[in-house]
């Protein structure tokens, strides 16, 4: 299938090489050209402007980082709603706001485009063993189009309905509960360590007890050993994420306590220096409010 990819940062680079691997033909643009580099010389094409890429035919994706960056790739003259045809099909796989795909909703619709939000849940070492996880919403025919592209990027694809925005707040939620994951362990670990106990120990005890799942496997690894520049996710990111919660939760009338809690340990985090450590850095935080850094 013929297919645009917009935006290589690590996750955008590991999605558009297993497109690449299975064999769709697919045309690249970036912001920073260098970011294509590995990506041309295994066989993808490199689009000049966001309207090249385009006009290269099938759907476009775009796995940006913010909304500004989505907004910036979208909008005004030479961007993907003044470029594609009627009927083009933009797959958003970024982490938005949920009034702004309702607002990107709108304005593909008005020329006559179709959107489809479906934002993904790993890392990209997730994405390159191929066990990501994909949540797409919009009209199902557009995502019954998509659906061999979701399998050669992911291993699942969790089907949310007719309206794209649906998509963001699952995602949103999901990476709430992922931080308050992250900041349970945080105050677990520096309780343990502060008292006098073996901070391995309580690992054994969570991974192989209560939570034996790839979530607990894996952070708790990286806080007790404070692998924290084994970047997956931002610390800077995921306070986006968090922030764009919390929103969610103010216009829906939903008090997020735990919201409130993770985005003050990770604003910590970034006031320390750390926002472009793993997001798991919030349990740095923790230790150094509990005066174990």
């Known amino acids: 299938m013929r297919v645009a990819f ?37 066989g993808a094409g490199v689009a ?13 994706i775009t796995m940006l980082a913010d909304d500004e960056a989505l907004t910036g790739v979208v909008d005004g003259p030479g961007g993907l709603i003044a470029s594609m045809e009627p009927g083009g099909l933009h797959i958003a796989m970024g982490t938005h706001r949920i009034d702004t795909i309702r607002a990107l909703t709108a304005a593909h619709s008005a020329t006559g485009q179709i959107l489809i939000a479906a934002p993904v849940l790993g890392r990209p070492a997730v994405v390159e063993a191929g066990r990501l996880g994909i949540i797409a919403a919009g009209p199902s025919d557009a995502v019954n189009r998509a659906q061999p592209l979701f399998a050669a990027i992911g291993a699942r694809t969790f089907a949310a309905g007719p309206e794209p925005a649906t998509a963001s707040l699952l995602k949103l939620t999901n990476n709430l509960v992922l931080a308050c994951a992250i900041e349970a362990m945080g105050e677990a670990f520096s309780l343990v360590e502060k008292a006098g106990a073996e901070p391995e120990t309580l690992r054994d005890v969570l991974v192989e007890g209560l939570f034996s799942c790839a979530a607990y496997a894996g952070y708790s690894r990286t806080i007790v050993d404070r692998a924290f520049d084994d970047v997956g996710f931002t610390a800077a990111l995921a306070l986006k994420d968090v922030d764009f919660a919390l929103a969610a939760g103010e216009a829906a009338g939903v008090p997020l306590p735990s919201a409130e809690v993770c985005r003050n340990r990770l604003r910590a985090a970034i006031d320390s220096g750390d926002g472009a450590r793993d997001w798991s850095v919030m349990a740095l935080a923790q230790a150094r409010a509990s005066d174990l850094a």
Do not use: C, F, T, Y
Request: aromatic content about 2%; hydrophobic content about 50%; cysteine-free.
């Open 6 to 42: 917009i935006g290589l940062g690590r996750m955008g680079q590991a999605m558009a090489g297993r497109l690449l691997a299975a064999g769709h033909d697919l045309v690249l643009w970036n912001r920073s050209p260098e970011k294509l580099d590995a990506l041309a010389a295994r």
């Open 48 to 60: 000049g402007s966001i309207a090249e890429a385009a006009a290269h035919g099938g759907p476009v």
